[in-house]
């Protein structure tokens, strides 16, 4: 289950220091599927700050495939404010960095001006199904652990005229709605560049950066969410692109803009 895979275990006597055990399970291709590393950064880095700030954003470099076995997640406070927090955190095995990010956080601060809604979901159908995708060959085997509904947009391998698609999604056993959690839900959909494409190829994220919401409510650990991709420049084998992640209720919880290789 995702609360299992998230799991770090604090290396005594080292500060911000944590590893945890790559499961093959939860492979995307030569390595664990990419939100994993989000959230293992995102609560490494959590650790170090100030009770009471919350992520506002985290940026994600994929540095090299997160292989199976034992890794080190280590994380550093780099400059405690008075309002803000800024830390830094790196998975690494044998002194060798595979991802690495930065994130800021922040508590509340007093404002008289009215709070602003972030994008609408477009329209999903919520009565279809949610269902595993088949384990069969180009399905990432991480897959296994979330469920699925398509719901807006094309597909991924549909030759589509454009690139953009949604649907619906969770954690297979539910998940603690928190900012880790969102941060690993927001990828496990693929690139909506592939939808432009007829033919399986595989495509891996060279990073990422996420903003969240400033709040949410404390939705229930099986609460379905809704997510939206839509493709941007492509240009020297990379592809950008921006995805949101909606709460039930359609709050909007978290923008990603990320930059694809295309293999």
């Given at each position: 289950m995702f609360s299992d895979a998230r799991r770090l275990t604090p290396i005594s006597g080292r500060a911000g220091a944590h590893w945890v055990d790559v499961d093959p399970a939860w492979f995307q291709g030569r390595g664990a599927y990419g939100g994993l590393a989000n959230v293992w950064l995102l609560d490494a880095m959590m650790g170090l700050v100030r009770p009471g700030r919350a992520a506002?954003?985290?940026?994600?470099?994929?540095?090299?495939?997160?292989?199976?076995?034992?890794?080190?997640?280590?994380?550093?406070?780099?400059?405690?404010?008075?309002?803000?927090?800024?830390?830094?955190?790196?998975?690494?095995?044998?002194?060798?960095?595979?991802?690495?990010?930065?994130?800021?956080?922040?508590?509340?601060?007093?404002?008289?001006?009215?709070?602003?809604?972030?994008?609408?979901?477009?329209?999903?159908?919520?009565?279809?199904?949610?269902?595993?995708?088949?384990?069969?060959?180009?399905?990432p085997a991480f897959c296994q652990f979330v469920t699925y509904a398509f719901g807006w947009g094309h597909p991924p391998y549909s030759g589509a005229p454009s690139r953009h698609f949604g649907g619906r999604c969770q954690f297979v056993g539910g998940a603690r709605a928190d900012a880790g959690m969102f941060a690993a839900l927001a990828d496990v959909w693929p690139p909506a560049e592939l939808a432009a494409i007829h033919v399986p190829r595989p495509a891996a994220t060279v990073d990422m950066t996420l903003r969240f919401a400033p709040s949410w409510p404390d939705y229930d650990g099986d609460a379905v969410y809704r997510y939206a991709v839509q493709g941007g420049a492509r240009r020297d084998g990379y592809a950008g692109e921006v995805g949101h992640l909606w709460g039930p209720d359609g709050q909007h919880l978290l923008t990603v803009e990320q930059l694809v290789a295309l293999l």
């Open positions: 506002r954003t985290l940026h994600v470099h994929c540095a090299a495939p997160i292989a199976a076995g034992r890794v080190e997640v280590v994380a550093e406070r780099m400059r405690e404010g008075a309002r803000v927090s800024h830390a830094s955190a790196r998975i690494v095995r044998d002194g060798v960095v595979e991802a690495f990010g930065t994130a800021t956080f922040a508590g509340s601060r007093a404002a008289d001006e009215e709070a602003v809604p972030g994008p609408q979901a477009p329209p999903m159908d919520d009565r279809a199904p949610l269902m595993p995708l088949p384990q069969m060959p180009g399905v």
